[in-house]
């Protein structure tokens, strides 16, 4: 007879909690309109009850579930917490109703990026042209590789230009927006690299140009048609 291995302690088990819950309610198995109750959860998840009682407030706080404590719909998770992106992004299937977050970001993107990038010009520094240049470096490189390793690196580089974009902006609402956008750009070059796109430098390497020439009007101009050509690049559900 073998038995379970032991839970984490401390901060850790907290965090087990959360991810435990989050995950079981992805994929299904807390449906809509359930209520989390510690007693019940600790006897078929084995964590003790104060610490569940911290994870359901935790989930409440993300949206997640009402103040009651009640599985919410999706539609109204707080999906501009980095948690609950990635829960969303990397489940498996969609047991609670069709929820594709691409054509969302796309228009969070192309009514913030084209101003950013017209900030940037105005704003950025050495250091901002530096990694603007690093991750152009970087997505030629990854258009080299086999398609595994390559869609890891590709996505890595997307996300590190545009959240640099966002925060040599200047604008300290913009620069929150990285932390907020980098997850679903991620998840979302990942899909999209792993199959048949546009090669993503001569977009990137125009604004990049743009913004190094303190051009604010011919950076906004290339952002947009970066955005719009990536659209068709976009995942399908």
Do not use: C
């Not at 999906?79 to 990635?86: G, K, M, P, Q």
């Not at 520094?125 to 690196?153: K, V, W």
């Not at 609402?173 to 090669?199: D, I, K, N, W, Y």
């Amino acid at each position: 007879m073998t038995s379970s291995p032991p839970l984490p302690h401390g901060h850790d088990v907290h965090r087990t909690a959360v991810e435990t819950l989050a995950r079981r309610i992805t994929d299904g198995a807390y449906d809509v309109g359930r209520r989390l109750r510690p007693p019940v959860l600790a006897a078929e998840l084995g964590f003790v009850e104060p610490v569940l009682g911290e994870a359901v407030r935790v989930l409440a706080a993300k949206g997640v579930v009402d103040a009651g404590h009640r599985v919410l719909p999706r539609a109204e998770w707080n999906v501009l917490d980095a948690d609950v992106l990635r829960w969303t992004l990397t489940e498996a299937h969609e047991p609670l109703g069709s929820f594709d977050v691409f054509p969302d970001l796309h228009e969070l993107r192309r009514a913030v990026e084209p101003s950013a990038a017209a900030l940037a010009a105005q704003f950025r520094s050495p250091e901002d042209l530096s990694a603007l240049g690093a991750s152009l470096s970087a997505m030629a490189e990854a258009e080299r590789l086999d398609r595994a390793p390559h869609a890891e690196l590709a996505a890595r580089a997307d996300a590190t230009f545009h959240t640099t974009l966002l925060t040599a902006s200047g604008n300290r609402f913009f620069a929150r927006l990285a932390h907020v956008l980098a997850p679903p750009l991620t998840a979302r070059s990942e899909r999209v690299h792993a199959g048949p796109h546009h090669h993503p430098l001569p977009t990137h390497t125009e604004v990049a140009a743009r913004v190094r020439d303190r051009d604010a009007d011919g950076a906004y101009t290339a952002m947009l048609e970066l955005l719009d050509l990536s659209l068709r690049d976009d995942p399908t559900p």
